[in-house]
């Protein structure tokens, strides 16, 4: 994965990343929980293999911390243990988060 930009504005963090990796490639780079491995598993193709596992990779990366648990709040939202919201885009290569400790989105399409 290739970073693009990285923009920080007030609490939030947006990330993007240009992926070219297979989903093989991108597992190998990335350890993933328990409860993630099992959600992994049951994915079916190889497009939606490698955006889960992209932006799964990404924000592990941005924290520096591949123990880092990604779960969804109650309204579906992805979050992480330390708190952080995520919201997550990806379209072809292109891979986006933006992490902050409010509510956030991000669209890259």
């Avoid at 993007?16 to 099992?38: Q, V």
């Amino acid at each position: 994965m290739a970073l693009i930009k990285e923009f920080v504005s007030g609490d939030a963090n947006i990330v993007l990343w240009k992926r070219s990796e297979t989903a093989g490639e991108l597992l190998s780079k990335i350890t993933l929980t328990e409860a993630e491995s099992k959600y992994y598993s049951q994915l079916n193709t190889e497009k939606r293999k490698c955006e889960w596992l992209a932006w799964h990779l990404l924000v592990k990366e941005f924290f520096n911390d591949h123990s880092i648990e990604i779960t969804y709040n109650a309204e579906g939202a992805p979050i992480t243990n330390n708190n952080s919201q995520i919201s997550v885009s990806h379209g072809g290569e292109l891979v986006g988060i933006v992490v902050a400790r409010c509510a956030c989105g991000i669209d890259i399409e």
